[in-house]
Nanobody, 124 residues
Framework: QVQLAESGGRLVQSGASLRLSCAAS????????MGWFRQAPGKEREFVAA????????AYADSVKGRFTISRDNVKNTVYLQMNSLKPEDTAVYYC?????????????????WGQGTQVTVSS
């Protein structure tokens, strides 16, 4: 079992920056690729970003490319999502997820464990 706990979500204005954190506990963190997904009201959950087991390979949704950065610290068992130039359309509940594999995945059904989510609201 892997337990994931997101933090850092809050209300910000358009153009602001925010960093989300996801702390993992349980199994060996470096055995898992990690991803961030989000779900806005009335919409399906969508992929945001992912990172492989050691942070060397990353992937991003087109909608956040160039604005968001995913990273991980395998000593602190934490994955981060740095979000810059936030837009109102970034408003959503953000979830981190763990995928039992070394390479990343952009598909939510590949992920084995999920956090409870953290709300990000961007006002215009």
């Amino acid at each position: 079992q892997v337990q994931l706990a997101e933090s850092g979500g809050r209300l910000v204005q358009s153009g602001a920056s925010l960093r989300l954190s996801c702390a993992a506990s349980g199994r060996t963190f470096s055995n898992y690729a990690m991803g961030w997904f989000r779900q806005a009201p009335g919409k399906e959950r969508e992929f945001v970003a992912a990172v492989d087991w050691n942070g060397s390979i990353t992937a991003y949704a087109d909608s956040v490319k160039g604005r968001f950065t995913i990273s991980r610290d395998n000593v602190k068992n934490t994955v981060y999502l740095q979000m810059n130039s936030l837009k109102p359309e970034d408003t959503a509940v953000y979830y981190c997820a763990a995928y039992r594999g070394s390479y990343y995945s952009t598909w939510d059904y590949d992920y084995n464990y999920w956090g409870q989510g953290t709300q990000v609201t961007v006002s215009s």
